[in-house]
C-alpha cells in the first residue's frame, strides 16, 4: 500500500515513510503488549497457525540477541507480528524493542521511499517484485556486519 501512496503524492515520499514507521511501531508495541499480557488468548491459534515454527525460533533468538534481533525482523519479509508478539512473550526490554523497532521499520521504509523517489514509477514496478529479496539481502548483510564487528 506505501509504494502507491507514494506514486500517488510523490511531494509526500518521507512523511509518508514517517507515518508508516511510527504507525507499525505502534503496531508492534500492540503486538508486545498481546505477547506480555494476553498470550493465552491467542496460544492455541498461534500454535495451530503457519506461524509456529517462526514464532519459536523468534523466542529462542530473543534470548540470545534481543535489540539486534528485532531491528533485523524489521528488515525481513516474515511477518512482523510474529516479532512483537515474540518479544512480548520472551520479555525483552520495552525501551530496546522500541528503539530496535524504529530504526529497523523506519529502515525499511524510508528505503522504499528512497529507491521510489530516485526512480519513479519505474523503480516502483521492480520493487514490488523484489522487496522480499531485498530485504533478505539487507538481514544478511546486517547479520554478517554484526558478526564481523563482534568478531574484530
Given at each position: 500500500?506505501l509504494?502507491?501512496?507514494?506514486?500517488?503524492?510523490?511531494?509526500?515520499?518521507?512523511?509518508l515513510?514517517?507515518?508508516?514507521?511510527l504507525?507499525?511501531?505502534?503496531?508492534?508495541?500492540?503486538g508486545?503488549a498481546?505477547?506480555?499480557w494476553?498470550?493465552?488468548?491467542i496460544?492455541?491459534?498461534?500454535?495451530?497457525?503457519?506461524?509456529r515454527d517462526?514464532?519459536?525460533?523468534?523466542i529462542n533468538s530473543?534470548?540470545?540477541?534481543?535489540?539486534?534481533?528485532?531491528?533485523?525482523?524489521?528488515f525481513?519479509?516474515?511477518?512482523y507480528?510474529?516479532f512483537?508478539?515474540?518479544?512480548?512473550?520472551?520479555g525483552m526490554?520495552?525501551?530496546?524493542?522500541?528503539?530496535?523497532?524504529?530504526?529497523?521499520?523506519?529502515?525499511?521504509?524510508?528505503?522504499e521511499?528512497?529507491i521510489?523517489?530516485?526512480?519513479?514509477?519505474?523503480?516502483?514496478l521492480?520493487?514490488?517484485?523484489?522487496?522480499?529479496?531485498?530485504?533478505?539481502?539487507l538481514?544478511?548483510?546486517?547479520?554478517?556486519a554484526?558478526?564481523w564487528?563482534k568478531l574484530?
Amino acid at each position: 500500500m506505501l509504494i502507491p501512496m507514494m506514486l500517488s503524492r510523490p511531494r509526500e515520499i518521507w512523511r509518508l515513510a514517517a507515518l508508516c514507521t511510527l504507525a507499525s511501531v505502534a503496531g508492534g508495541f500492540l503486538g508486545y503488549a498481546i505477547g506480555s499480557w494476553a498470550f493465552h488468548w491467542i496460544e492455541p491459534w498461534l500454535m495451530e497457525s503457519s506461524y509456529r515454527d517462526a514464532f519459536d525460533s523468534a523466542i529462542n533468538s530473543f534470548d540470545r540477541w534481543g535489540f539486534w534481533f528485532i531491528l533485523v525482523a524489521g528488515f525481513s519479509p516474515i511477518p512482523y507480528k510474529v516479532f512483537t508478539i515474540s518479544a512480548g512473550v520472551a520479555g525483552m526490554p520495552l525501551l530496546p524493542f522500541l528503539l530496535g523497532s524504529m530504526i529497523g521499520r523506519g529502515g525499511r521504509f524510508f528505503l522504499e521511499a528512497l529507491i521510489i523517489y530516485l526512480g519513479g514509477e519505474q523503480a516502483a514496478l521492480k520493487l514490488r517484485n523484489w522487496v522480499d529479496w531485498i530485504g533478505w539481502i539487507l538481514v544478511i548483510v546486517i547479520i554478517v556486519a554484526f558478526l564481523w564487528v563482534k568478531l574484530h
